[in-house]
Each structure stands twice: as structure tokens, then as C-alpha cells.
């Protein structure tokens, strides 16, 4: 062991460029490889069908695994198209919203103007012949004592303090 | 030696080694440090951009009601049309762009061709403001026209909405193409009305997508408040039909007039004639004006013109604009001379026509005198020299001190932009700058200038118990679900006068509409107190301004009025026969509306008119006689036993004598007759040329006395209308109204 050591070093100092001698050391002999024989395992036939059972068994795991992972993936794929779809029918409809609020606004403004006082006031007097009322033609009733009506026919319903005073009467 | 020079190999490696790491390293984070704090706000945008969306989400500008909550003013989303010219490249797609475009925007052809040569610029606008229905047509024309798609490009807009059109146009105000608001309340209430936007961040894909709410961020747009006027449309209406209606009888240039709620200041109707239309602010509205820039001779000067038209067509005058008061102003100097004792209203003065106050002589509008008359017939006279006598006994202090109590020396912070600015000795004397002159000329309204807002403020304070309030126009601000944010409450600036003082002069206003120069202001049924001025207009002095300034009803005051003619130009120009017409109209139709009952006296329950009876169905002999009965003049038209149908038609009101047409066929329904001139006639005239010509009058305005004359008739002479048709007459005096 000591030798192989010293003639590395040997072979370290001349790699380095030393100006010592060179020492040819043998290079260690290898042995001759030795010839394993393979061995041979005799298996029976229902061990030859266990095996061939579970390498299928193994194949459909894999397939299995893979066509789930398939699935999830197109799953995926599948959910983020709708939602784009479903986003961008979103902001269709937004916009219909937005389009249609704007209509509403338009359509109520092109009514109000269409029905203003003034245009009413003259399709009144001018088209329908129509004329103000006058201030005298209104009759006004005086409400100031409470708007009181009065039911005919009714029951009359007495507090607890008139029956009792009406039974010591 | 070897070791040394191994060593040595050894640093150098060392040395380059670290060089090759600080350099290497030292880059890298350098890049880092630079990137992360030197450029870190550019890098972060610009991944944002790559990466996000950012969507502003526009506030939409708030809504602008009356007081009952009909819609004055609404914003809503519009397109604009724009055209990238740079991609037109032949003159076919020019003439077809252009065509198209010309057609659906209503354009003229040669100025959208013209902007389709533009080809150094790649963004033309072509018109803003489109509506849906043409925003539709262009995105067809768009589709259906080749190359089209790369040249036409629209984009969002916002338009505010004026139903109303010409409705408070002075008022209200407008906003520019940005929405912000330019003139009136829409500038003024800017910050109120205008919201702060908001923003939507989402994610974008690899094609530019936005991706699902779940990578969104969304920062809520807060919506602009809404405002709730104080102004009531039907007063509105009321006031600016009868605004127009005077400025075209009295050929006038502008009409303005204020109605306030006496009680609290606020302003119910508010308007200035001629105006325009608030959906259209630049276009200007009165022909007269255009006609005459039309005559100038060079672009430059029509430029001007038109740019000052603009600006004078928006300008509200019952708020900016300062005019000499006139004899509107002799309530205040009445309520000066009662409150500090000095004259009282049953106090006799002899009016001899003149007062000379130092070298001046100042007459009165009766050169001749009124005689001796008490304190309260000279108001009804407005006698100008007992109001300079009684300023005299006031003295310059004292009576500069209600001359300022009133308000005429300080804006009176009406919530409205450009309120005029009352200058001290520039605008009005001060105390210590009234001599015995000034003292006079102011005594009746002369020698200052005050604004129309002003002034109704100040004799809303005689209407209100000698409270002076402060006017208001926005009654309470809303946000978007309706809550309140803001409330105007009722300020009062000061007690003026005692209420004692107060109604002493208001009786002596209802006495000037009974029997005085505002006898034109005059209600049936109602008790109106008011004063009427008329003033010139400086500096010329050539024109004037006519004003009445009252309130109804004088025993229990719920609006003030005021009216102002500015410069009228067919026979009168006084306040009494220009502007209390119009006060008059104003008020009636107001009280009505407010549901305040009349109360007629026994004379002018004598002079009502009548309600004709239905007699549509009965035997046309029994029909003519209950008619006839009943006072009214029958004809008959038709030879049938039954009357099919009659004119005025049941519920109709007519005078005690009117005509009530019959007919008992029904080929005999087209009787048709002229309506005959009825202008500057009586009562009485104007009756029976209605009556011999086969229709009625419903009579409108002064009707006591017998110095009425008609000045406005409802249906232009020669008109063909049906028999026993009514047409309304206008009446008014033209005596005893000069002030």
C-alpha cells in the first residue's frame, strides 16, 4: 500500500515539473476478470402469470394516472376557456347595460321635453280648445278642524272606562 | 522559488477570480438596486401595462331637479366619431368616407372631406356627442365598407341632457364638451356635481383578454351629487312665458324676473328673456342680434360679435347685472322714515310738482304737483319730492345706515356665480359721501345702482316682517341613493325693521296697487302690495328700464316678485305699465298654482265672468231660452230640434253677455268666423266687437276704471276660427302710471 502511495507521489513531483529522477514503478496487475455465470431462476407458471398480471396491473396504473392527469389537465384548459367566454359575454353585457342606461337617459330627456308646460299648455288652448281655469272656479274646503269622516250604520265601540262608568250609572 | 512564483499564480487566479465575481455579481446588482429602487416606478408600470388592465370607470356627472324632483339636467354615455386620415390613400376613399359620414352625422359633405385630407395627422375628430341610433349607423357603414374599419374609429363621450331646453337656461348653466361646468349652476355647484372616477385593474392574457373577477381589482367610481333646486318648474313656466310675451309686446331687449318664497329666501323662478337653449349654448338665440352680425364687414368682427353675443346671452342679469332701482326703492326709504319716526303714512304732504335741494331742482313724474296728499298716496303718486323731504329728515347717516341694512351695499350670497359687487362710492354713496344732492337723488331710487336680486331681497324683507333673509337657490344636495349630504337652511341676516314698520308700509304698497302707479299689478281676488320704478340706463341715458317689485297676498305674503323691462321700445317705458302687467300675470297664476284661495270683494264678485251651462242634448228652443236666462247671447246654427253640439263647450268661461253658438245639425259644425282686431279698446269695446263678430273674450289683466286699453290678444286678428270662440284679451291702464 506504502508503495503505491510513494509512486504517486513520484508521479505528482514529476507532473509538477521536478528535476528528479524518474522512478518507473510497476504498475499493480489486475486480475484477471472472473466470468460470472448468470443464474437461472426457475419460476413457476403461476409466478410467470403473477408477474404478467402485475406488470399490467402497473401498465394501467401508469395509464390510469396519465388519463387523469389528462382529464385535470383539459379540465383546466376547458374552465379557463369558459371563463374567458363567460368574461368576455361579462363585459358584452356591461356594455349593453351601459348602452341601454344611456338610451333610457335619452329616451326620458327626447319625453320630457316632448310633454315640457309650455308645448302642453299650447296643444291644450290651440289643438283641444282648452282654457285655464279660473281662480273663482275653484271651490275650497276648509280642513282646518282635523278631516274628520263619519261612518254611518257602524258599531259603536265604548272604552273600557266608559262601560265601566256606564255600568254604575 | 518555485513556491513563490506558485503562490504568486495562486493570488492572480484569487484576483481574477474575485474581479470576474465583483464585476459579474457587482452588474447583476447593480441592475438589481438600479431597477429596484432607481427605476422602480417605471419597471412596475410598465409591467402593469404589459400585464394589467386599467380601465377608468367615469362618474357620471350628477342630476340637477326642481324642487319637485322633475329632472332639469341629466348626463348619459354618447360616442364621438373620429377618423385616422393617414390611412386614407385615395381620393375614392376619401369621397366615400366623407359621403358616408356626411349623410349619417348630418354634416356638410365638403367640411368632413376636407378633414379626410389630413393625412399628416392620424386622429380628425368628426362630431362628439352622437346618440345611439347614429353611433349604430356607423358601426354598419363601418362593417359594410371595406378599409372603412382602419379609418372610422369611435370612442366614449358623455352629453348632458336639458329637457327643458330654454327652461332657467340663465340659471342652470352648462357644461363643456369635458363635462365641466361652464355658467351658471353647473359652474358654480362644480365640485358638487362632479364625481371622482374610479378604476377597474384586471389581469390581461397572452391575447390582451381580461381575465376572470377573480384577478380584478375594482375601486368604486363615486358618482357625482345630485342637487335639488329650490325652483319650481310650473312658477318657472308661469314667469318665462310671461317674460317672452312682454318682451315681444314691448319690444324690448332683455325682460327679467325673480320669484322668492317670502319666508325663507328661496328663489322659486328666476329668468332672463331672451335666453337660450342649454342644449345648445353657443348657438345664439336671438335673430335680431345674428342679423346684425351677419351686416359686419370683416371675419374678425363678426368673430368678436359672436363671441360677445354668447357671453351676453348666458349672463344671468337678475343676479350680475347693477341698473338704477327708481322709484321701487321709495318702499325703503318709506321704511327708513316710519321705523325712526320721522314721517308717518297718514302724515299730510302738499306735492307741488318740484323740491330744490341746493342748485338742484328735482321734479316730480306730475310736473304740476300732486297737491296735498297724505304719506301713503304718495307712494301710490310715487311723488318724488316728499321722499326727498323725508330723506332730508332722516338725514345723510341715519338713512345711509337702512340704505345698508337693506343690503345694498353687500352682495346678498345667493349661491349663483358672478353675483354684482356693490363698490363703495363707486356703485353707491356712503354715508359720509351723501351730501344733500346725493341724499336726494338716492331718496327715490336714483344715483346707485343695486342688482334685481338685491332689490327683491330688500322688499322681501318688508314682506317678511322686516326680516331680511339670505336668497338660496339649492335647497339640499343628494348623493346617489338619494340621501341628503347637504341642506340649505334659512339664514336671516338681520331684523331691518320692526314688523310694526313693516306692515305700515306694506299697506302702503297694496294702496299703490289699488289706486297708484301699480294699479296694472292688480289681482281679482287677491290683495297684492308692490311699487313700480323707472329708471335710465347708464351711462347713455337714452333708454330705460321699467321694473315693478311686489308681494301677494299683502295680508299674509308668501311669494315676492319682481319684474324688470329692460329698455322697451313701443310707447311706454314705465314700470307701471311695462313691468306691473307682467307682475300681475305672474302672481295670479302663481297664487292659483300655490293653491292660496281668492277672496273677492262684492264688486269684483259683480264683474266675474261666467261658466257656460252644458246644453248639448236638449231641444234647441228650451236650449236658447235657458241660455238667454241665464244672460248669455244665443245663436243658432242649423234647422235641427236638437242641439248636437255648442260653442264655448260646457265649463267654458266667458263674460255675463258672451256668445254661446248652438248647433242643431251636424253639416252646420263648420261655421267658421274671423277674429277681429281687439287691440286698444275698453273692456266694454272690446266686448262688443267680439260679440258682433260671433266669438267671446276672456278678459285678462286691469280691468277697474275706464282707462283700460287692450294691448294683447290671444289669437292674431283675421284668424279663422270656429263661432263663439274665445280669444283672451289683455288689458291694462295707461294713466296715473308714471313713476
Known amino acids: ?169 | 522559488m518555485a513556491n513563490k512564483s506558485r503562490k504568486m499564480l495562486q493570488n492572480r487566479a484569487m484576483v481574477a477570480m474575485v474581479l470576474v465575481c465583483v464585476f459579474g455579481f457587482g452588474l447583476g446588482i447593480f441592475g438589481l438596486v438600479r431597477a429596484g429602487l432607481v427605476k422602480g416606478e417605471y419597471y412596475k408600470q410598465k409591467a402593469e401595462s404589459q400585464q394589467l388592465s386599467d380601465t377608468t370607470v367615469s362618474a357620471q356627472r350628477g342630476t340637477i331637479y326642481d324642487r319637485n324632483m322633475n329632472v332639469i339636467a341629466q348626463s348619459a354615455d354618447v360616442w364621438k366619431v373620429y377618423i385616422n386620415p393617414s390611412k386614407i390613400t385615395k381620393d375614392e376613399v376619401r369621397q366615400n368616407v366623407a359621403k358616408v359620414l356626411s349623410e349619417i352625422l348630418g354634416l356638410e359633405y365638403d367640411s368632413v372631406y376636407e378633414k379626410c385630407g389630413k393625412s399628416k395627422y392620424n386622429y380628425v375628430l368628426i362630431k362628439s356627442q352622437v346618440e345611439y341610433d347614429k353611433k349604430t349607423e356607423i358601426t354598419e357603414a363601418v362593417k359594410n365598407n371595406k378599409g372603412f374599419s382602419q379609418i372610422v374609429g369611435i370612442e366614449s363621450d358623455v352629453k348632458r341632457y336639458y329637457p327643458y331646453s330654454n327652461f332657467a337656461s340663465t340659471v342652470i348653466g352648462f357644461t363643456g364638451t369635458d363635462d365641466v361646468g361652464r355658467s351658471g349652476l353647473e359652474y358654480f355647484y362644480d365640485d358638487v356635481l362632479t364625481g371622482t372616477p374610479g378604476r377597474v385593474v384586471t389581469a390581461k392574457n397572452a391575447r390582451q383578454i381580461k381575465m376572470s373577477s377573480s384577478y380584478e381589482s375594482y375601486y368604486e367610481a363615486l358618482q357625482g351629487g345630485n342637487l335639488v333646486l329650490t325652483i319650481d318648474q310650473v312658477i318657472q313656466y308661469y314667469l318665462d312665458s310671461a317674460l317672452e310675451h312682454a318682451v315681444v309686446d314691448f319690444n324690448a331687449t332683455y325682460g327679467y324676473g325673480i320669484v322668492m318664497d317670502v319666508e325663507t329666501g328661496a328663489i322659486l323662478a328666476m329668468s332672463t328673456k331672451l335666453d337660450y337653449d342649454c342644449n345648445n349654448p353657443y348657438t345664439v338665440a336671438n335673430q335680431s342680434v345674428l342679423d346684425k352680425i351677419e351686416e359686419l364687414e370683416t371675419d374678425e368682427e363678426k368673430n368678436n360679435a359672436l363671441i360677445n353675443a354668447r357671453y351676453s346671452q348666458w349672463r344671468n342679469r337678475t343676479v350680475s347685472d347693477g341698473y338704477e332701482p327708481g322709484s321701487v326703492f321709495k318702499c325703503v326709504t318709506a321704511a327708513a322714515g316710519i321705523e325712526e319716526g320721522v314721517v308717518t303714512p297718514a302724515e299730510m304732504f302738499n306735492c307741488r310738482g318740484y323740491y330744490k335741494v341746493q342748485d338742484r331742482m328735482y321734479h316730480c313724474s306730475h310736473r304740476e304737483g300732486h297737491g296735498v296728499e297724505d304719506f301713503t298716496t304718495s307712494l301710490a303718486n310715487s311723488c318724488n319730492p316728499i321722499y326727498i323731504e323725508v330723506a332730508q329728515r332722516l338725514g345723510a347717516k341715519t338713512f345711509f345706515k337702512y340704505f345698508e341694512a337693506f343690503g345694498f351695499t353687500e352682495k346678498t350670497g345667493i349661491d349663483l356665480p358672478a353675483e354684482y359687487s356693490p363698490t363703495a362710492n363707486v356703485t353707491y354713496y356712503t354715508g359720509d359721501r351723501l351730501g344733500a344732492v346725493e341724499l336726494a337723488s338716492t331718496s327715490f331710487g336714483q344715483s346707485f345702482q343695486v342688482s334685481p336680486i338685491q332689490v327683491v331681497t330688500a322688499i322681501n324683507a318688508i314682506a317678511n316682517g322686516g326680516k331680511l333673509v339670505e336668497p338660496y337657490i339649492v335647497a339640499a344636495s343628494l348623493d346617489e341613493n338619494g340621501n341628503k349630504t347637504m341642506e340649505t337652511q334659512t339664514t336671516v341676516k338681520r331684523q331691518v325693521v320692526s314688523e310694526d314698520t313693516a306692515k305700515q308700509v306694506s299697506y302702503m304698497m297694496e294702496e299703490t296697487v289699488r289706486r297708484g302707479t301699480a294699479k296694472n299689478a292688480y289681482v281679482a281676488g287677491y290683495r297684492v302690495a308692490g311699487k313700480t320704478g323707472t329708471s335710465e340706463k347708464l351711462p347713455e341715458r337714452r333708454y330705460y328700464i321699467g321694473s315693478f317689485c311686489g308681494f301677494a297676498p299683502a295680508n299674509n305674503p308668501k311669494i315676492t316678485v319682481l319684474i324688470a323691462i329692460d329698455e322697451p321700445k313701443s310707447g311706454s317705458y314705465y314700470g307701471g305699465t311695462v313691468a306691473a302687467p307682467v307682475g300681475a300675470e305672474v302672481i295670479s297664476q302663481t297664487m292659483a298654482y300655490l293653491n292660496i284661495e281668492p277672496q273677492y270683494t262684492d264688486s269684483e264678485l259683480a264683474n266675474l265672468d261666467v261658466t257656460t251651462p252644458n246644453v248639448v242634448g236638449h231641444a234647441s228652443s228650451s236650449a236658447k231660452a235657458d241660455l238667454e236666462a241665464k244672460g248669455f247671447t244665443v245663436r243658432t246654427v242649423g234647422s235641427g230640434s236638437k242641439v248636437v253640439s255648442q260653442n264655448p263647450a260646457s265649463g267654458q268661461v266667458i263674460p255675463k253677455n258672451g256668445v254661446v253658438v248652438i248647433y242643431t245639425d251636424e253639416k252646420a259644425k263648420t261655421t267658421k268666423v274671423q277674429v277681429p282686431n281687439l287691440l286698444g279698446m275698453t273692456v266694454a269695446e272690446a266686448n262688443r266687437v267680439a260679440i258682433a263678430n260671433g266669438i267671446n273674450i276672456k278678459i285678462s289683466g286691469y280691468t277697474s276704471g275706464s282707462t283700460n286699453n287692450s294691448y294683447r290678444q290671444s289669437i292674431t286678428e283675421g284668424t279663422e276660427v270656429s263661432a263663439g270662440s274665445i280669444v283672451t284679451v289683455s288689458f291694462k291702464s295707461s294713466v296715473d302710471v308714471a313713476d
Open chain 1, 1 to 169: 500500500m506504502a508503495s503505491n502511495n510513494e509512486a504517486v507521489n513520484y508521479n505528482r513531483i514529476n507532473m509538477y515539473g521536478s528535476a528528479a529522477p524518474k522512478i518507473n514503478t510497476p504498475a499493480p496487475k489486475r486480475k484477471p476478470n472472473e466470468v460470472q455465470r448468470p443464474r437461472v431462476v426457475k419460476k413457476t407458471r403461476k409466478q410467470i402469470k403473477l408477474e404478467q398480471r402485475r406488470s399490467a396491473f402497473k401498465a394501467a396504473k401508469v395509464l390510469v394516472i396519465c388519463g387523469i392527469f389528462f382529464a385535470l389537465i383539459s379540465f383546466q384548459i376547458f374552465s379557463q376557456v369558459k371563463v374567458d367566454e363567460l368574461d368576455r359575454e361579462l363585459q358584452s353585457v356591461n356594455s349593453q347595460i351601459e348602452i341601454l342606461d344611456s338610451e333610457n337617459t335619452r329616451l326620458n330627456m327626447q319625453l320630457d321635453s316632448i310633454i315640457s308646460l309650455d308645448k302642453v299648455d299650447a296643444y291644450a288652448q290651440d289643438t283641444l280648445g282648452m282654457v285655464k281655469v279660473e281662480n273663482y272656479q275653484v271651490s275650497y274646503v276648509d280642513l282646518s278642524s282635523g278631516d274628520v269622516a263619519t261612518v254611518s250604520g257602524g258599531k259603536v265601540h265604548h272604552s273600557l272606562w266608559d262601560t265601566i262608568k256606564s255600568y254604575f250609572n
